[in-house]
């Protein structure tokens, strides 16, 4: 047994946490229990726990969250159009307060008095854990080997080598994080902002299908409850649009992404469902939803991102705004058509009970029930204030000549 007691670790199996395991032995004298948690990674567990145990970790945890991640974490994101800088679909920021706070249960009831992560100090990750942990149990020491060290992956790589801890292929060449809602690509060649990421990179892109292609997703409440006429549970649903969207090349998320720590970094992730299924979500609510509602409810989704991507899931705000944006889905119940082709991604055809697109007042055909008169004196009142205004800036204007005229006599 170690001489401090217990320390609980967020363990993924990969390079960064399984180093951690031997810091955390060697250099805190620490007995590491070792939690993974399952949010639709596709990982091999079995073979993570031997890993972790074949390190050193005296016991290790499966937690199985993946309904729980679909139900309280990626329902409220589609509800609220969850796209950091209206890109990044939130996938990994998602998933990081989950995995902390499974690991902080794991603390609480293992009598740990320390909890670590595998954070860097340059990324997200190490809010969005620190941040949780602390607002769950601010008793808990936190410890993060890579942060407090300063550690390079290439130092981590080198010292992996030295403890003869397994490194996997992939791990050489790019750091990835994976979950029900989306992959993240970091590492290697993908650091130069002009580099095109190769097709290896991708898990689920291809261009299998080169001819156009459609999928219909139906919504209830806000919620995707089915997909090309099928109902199916969210994780079911999630991965069939993936599969299918991937074929098409839709989902791929290459832009250059404000961290919280100040960097710039370029980042590339893989997310056909999510990118499929919050575009179809948008066009939904545009058809059912006032542009009062639609204007307030884009304020308030932007501001639902940047708490969800910087760590303040726990933070009272995001869940006054969940009320709100619950209040909205309400009416947002009905079919999206989208078509997908070579990576492009448009919605086609949608249709709602609570539409608020009338074709007998939008038609310019014959039979609409609009009255045109109705329009001009609307259209007066309407732009009134501009044409006194620049009727206004015209004789000041005007004044200003006659003065530099007289002026010059």
Known sequence: MGNNGKVVLAYSGGLDTSVCIRYLQTMHKLDVITVTVDCGQDDDFKEIEKKAKAIGAIKHVYVDAREEFARDYVIPSIKANGLYQSKYPLATALARPLIAAKAVEVANREGATAIAHGCTGKGNDQIRFDVTMRALNPKLKIIAPIRDMNLTRDVEMKFAKEQNIPISAEAKKYSIDLNLWGRAVEGGNIEDSYFEPPEDAFQFINFANDKAGYIELEFEAGTPVAADGKRMPLIDLI???????????????????????????????????????????????KMVLTKHELAFKRMVDEQWSWLAYSGLWQDPLRTDLDRFIDATQIRVTGKVRLKMQRGSLRVVGRESKYSLYKNDLATYAAGSTFDQNLAKGFVELWGLQSIIANSVAAGATSGDDKKTKGGKK
């Open 239 to 285: 991965e069939y649009v993936n599969d299918k969207a991937g074929t098409y090349g839709v989902g791929i998320v290459d832009h250059i992404e404000d961290r919280v720590v100040g960097i710039k970094s370029r980042e590339v992730y893989e997310a056909p469902a999510a990118i499929t299924i919050i575009e179809a979500h948008k066009d939904l609510e």
